[in-house]
């Protein structure tokens, strides 16, 4: 038996009719072409709070509005959640308290405060959503106040499932798959739980970031598992281990789970505001991201993806923009021991860097003899091509170089 039948789902979007925004599904040109098929983009970061995140929000707190009214709600939110839980106590007079994790960028802890009014009040603790989650746990179990789960709970599970309602209702036929980002499971099950009975034959598949990968060592574990680290970049996705309540339903429903690298998400990010005009966040770019690479859909198939959220801070993209050219193997970094010599530099200049190379940062760790001092260079090229080139004239030059990898704990100094 489904933790979360269709029927619920169905009832959620009873609920929801004027109350969220029936986002757009709208076909994207570039993303089609690059596939040969046909792709449709479900437009959740135009939804009333820029996620999809307020249909399990708004459908948890309304049918325990009664319960709570003296006590308030509590959750637990890397920012997304957060806002839908802000948004719907504040339209339903409820009293709320949100913890967040110290990561959660500064344009969602704005967008809350604004959302929420007096009814919220937010509670900045731990580094991750997990230690977020325990501080929002023992406040609920110190005042008696009702712990609305961002994604580990029936009713939560229910109202994201109301958007596969919605993308076969807008196409008016079945897709041949939907893709979706994944964080703790809740949207992708709550589309498994009405897919299950109302579009069997679509596939569903789900998409993590390769450094939060929690519902992949799930199904390797055969059970939720928590992650010993998580990179937190992606961090609307960044959850350290999957909800009991969703692991089954994406086990049992879901056709399968890839990754994606950051910096492919970085890519596609910027891809998706160059091309598309379309800001998102970073976990709102994971289900386009692996289009084409661990995800290629044939001719003539029909592939809708859940642009989950656009509460992106624009002071990141600078990171986003690193990450990205990192990955695309246009950005490299290296120590390089430069004799201590007239003209040293400019030699290197000459010698090692080609016409359209570009260095982007120059810094001299230290000089520790007279007769090389190292620095921390890094370099942009025209096309990742150029790089064996740039290798074999460093190679040849008067100078010590070392490259750093992105593994390499030194490259901690340049992101």
């Known amino acids: ?247 089954p339903l994406i086990r049992d429903h879901v056709a399968r789970v890839t990754t994606v690298d950051e910096g492919r998400v970085c890519s596609e990010m910027l891809a998706m505001y160059q091309h598309d005009g379309i800001i998102v966040e970073p976990a709102g770019a994971l289900a386009t991201a692996c289009l084409g690479d661990s995800v290629a859909p044939e001719r003539g198939e029909l592939t809708v993806c859940v642009v989950s959220g656009g509460n992106n801070d624009v002071s990141r993209y600078r990171e986003i923009l690193e990450r990205a050219l990192v990955h695309e193997g246009l950005k490299h970094y290296f120590l390089v021991d430069f004799p201590q010599q007239p003209g040293a530099l400019r030699r290197f200049l000459a010698d090692v860097l080609g016409p359209e190379d570009d260095i982007t940062m120059f810094e001299y760790v230290k000089r520790n003899n007279r007769e090389t001092g190292p620095a921390l260079v890094g370099i942009q090229l025209r096309s990742r091509d150029g790089l064996d080139t740039l290798l074999s004239r460093m190679v040849h030059s008067r100078c010590a170089v070392r490259r750093i990898e992105p593994d390499d704990p030194v490259f901690r100094l340049v992101r």
């Open 1 to 247: 038996m489904l933790a979360v039948a269709a029927s619920a789902v169905d009832e959620a979007g009873t609920r929801l009719e004027g109350i969220i925004r029936r986002t757009p599904l709208e076909r994207n040109a570039r993303l089609s072409d690059m596939t040969g098929s046909e792709v449709w983009l479900k437009r959740e970061d135009l939804q009333v709070v820029r996620s999809y995140k307020l249909r399990g929000a708004y459908n948890f707190i309304v049918q325990i509005q009664d319960e709570v009214r003296d006590v308030g709600v509590v959750c637990a939110s890397a920012g997304n959640h957060a806002q839908g839980v802000a948004w719907a106590c504040n339209r339903l007079g409820l009293s709320s308290r949100i913890y967040v994790p110290r990561n959660t960028p500064r344009q969602k802890r704005e967008r809350i405060r604004i959302l929420g009014g007096v009814a919220v009040e937010i509670m900045v603790t731990g580094e991750t959503y997990d230690q977020a989650y325990q501080a929002a746990c023992a406040h609920a179990r110190a005042s008696g106040a009702m712990l609305v789960p961002a994604f580990d709970a029936p009713p939560t599970i229910a109202g994201q499932g109301t958007i596969a309602r919605e993308i076969v209702e807008q196409l008016g036929e079945l897709p041949d798959r939907i893709i979706v980002p994944i964080g703790g499971g809740g949207l992708l099950a709550g589309i498994a739980a009405w897919s299950a009975e109302n579009a069997p034959e679509t596939q569903l598949i789900g998409v993590e970031a390769a450094g939060a990968a929690s519902m992949t060592a799930a199904l390797c574990a055969g059970r939720p598992v928590a992650l010993e680290s998580v990179d937190t970049f992606v961090n609307g996705a960044a959850v350290r281990t999957v909800g009991s309540h969703t692991f």
